[in-house]
């Protein structure tokens, strides 16, 4: 048998890149030189180098460092790309780009169309619970539950109550939630609430006769009663 550890190894060292990206660059104006640019530009940024120069471009890329700083200044003048300047805890300055302006016009269209609609309301209420605007990553991902998951927006919700309830606001956490309602084939807010409340009064009977001092695990299914 042969020593599947270095492959293991490949497939654990990636660069998450969305795959909205590659399905619509072509819409955004972006051509293929360009995309591979930001991409790699993408990737240098994950790896901790966030103002790679040209030379450390060019030498992952089929272009010179004259081509490459032309389109660099393309990118930045359409509005996918820009430079900002950063403070480190020495107080030095230094420069860096910014992909944000990528990640807003690719996410903040969806958004808005979601806003328009009946999951809408999903995108308000997590902004609500996590008292921030979604980064793209997470529109991203609410968008692959109802999208190919094909989760309900109550049942999206309903994972996020639990997930506020018990103090692990987190998305690994509620995909770790859905998952496992999938896996027990449950596709609905009601199915949710009867597997919690089984779960609930199973663990109150083997309890009764404890003198130990238990968790009161009523949550587990009360905030499931009753949705907007």
């Avoid at 272009?63 to 480190?88: H, M, P, V």
């Avoid at 230094?94 to 009946?118: C, D, G, H, T, V």
């Avoid at 990553?137 to 996020?160: G, H, M, Q, R, Y």
């Avoid at 009064?201 to 309890?207: G, I, L, P």
């Amino acid at each position: 048998m042969t020593n599947s550890l270095p492959f293991q190894h490949i497939l654990t060292n990636q660069v998450v890149i969305p795959n909205l990206l590659l399905q619509k660059y072509n819409k955004l104006g972006l051509d293929e030189k360009e995309l591979v640019l930001l991409i790699q530009i993408h990737r240098s940024i994950s790896n901790g180098n966030y103002f790679p120069t040209l030379q450390e471009l060019t030498s992952m890329l089929t272009i010179d460092e004259q081509t490459c700083s032309r389109l660099l200044r393309k990118l930045i003048q359409k509005g996918f790309l820009k430079i900002e300047r950063q403070e480190n805890s020495q107080e030095q300055w230094s420069e860096a780009y910014s992909l944000e302006p990528l990640w807003e016009k690719l996410f903040e269209p969806m958004k808005e169309e979601r806003i328009q609609n009946e999951d809408g309301s999903l995108f308000i209420l997590f902004e609500q619970e996590f008292g921030r605007p979604l980064s793209p990553f997470e529109i991203e991902t609410v968008n692959l539950w109802l999208d190919e998951d094909k989760l309900s927006p109550a049942l999206i919700k309903a994972a996020l109550r639990e997930s506020v309830l018990m103090g692990k606001l987190n998305f690994k956490y509620m995909d770790r939630i859905l998952r496992e309602w999938k896996k027990k084939g449950i596709h609905t807010v009601e199915q949710a609430r009867e597997a919690t409340k089984k779960f609930h009064d199973h663990q109150a009977t083997k309890y009764t006769n404890t003198t130990t001092k238990k968790r009161d695990t009523s949550f587990y299914y009360n905030w499931l009663e009753g949705e907007e």
